[in-house]
């Protein structure tokens, strides 16, 4: 005969008479499991952050050393100018020729610096008139054959720093015929 007051289902004994264990995990659980993963996540997130905080710093610090320093090899190639110049100065007695020849040494050495350190000389010279490379100090009559806005003479030379002019050329330009 069955009876009014049936055993509840996580009583009922199984096939080999064990009694199930609830596994399903009760609300305080689930919520302390919550808690935990979200602190993981808030510490991982803060780690991130000073990393980042970190990073930003010292590409600042690079940015800054590089602005400070940046024409360190440069000026260090102008030294042996300078020290060229200055044994120039204290030799007494020197001939013209011997002068000339320092200068000379002395103009080379300038030169192979401005080429380690990307300065262009522009010396535009019967070259067509551009007006980001070159300023226009005045107008000659074009000879015979000249285009119109071509460089006939340089009144002294520009020079760029890779691709940014430093001191444009400054030029007497061809008039147009008219």
Do not use: C
């Amino acid at each position: 005969m069955p009876e009014n007051n049936p055993v509840p289902e996580t009583q009922i004994p199984s096939a080999d008479n064990e009694i199930p264990i609830d596994t399903t995990p009760s609300l305080e659980e689930a919520l302390r499991t919550a808690e935990l993963k979200a602190q993981e996540h808030h510490d991982a997130w803060l780690r991130a952050k000073a990393e980042t905080d970190n990073v930003r710093r010292r590409a600042q610090d690079d940015i800054s050393k590089a602005h400070k320093y940046a024409s360190e090899k440069f000026a260090s190639e102008l030294l042996a100018v300078k020290d060229s110049l200055e044994a120039a100065l204290a030799s007494e007695n020197q001939s013209a020729e011997n002068i000339r020849n320092g200068v000379e040494i002395t103009l080379r050495q300038l030169i192979a610096a401005f080429e380690k350190a990307s300065l262009v000389e522009l010396n535009p010279l019967n070259e067509k008139f551009d007006p980001n490379w070159h300023q226009a100090i005045g107008q000659l009559d074009a000879p015979e054959g000249v285009e119109p806005n071509q460089v006939l003479q340089v009144l002294q030379k520009g020079y760029a720093l890779s691709d940014r002019v430093l001191r444009p050329a400054l030029v007497m330009v061809a008039k147009a015929k008219g």
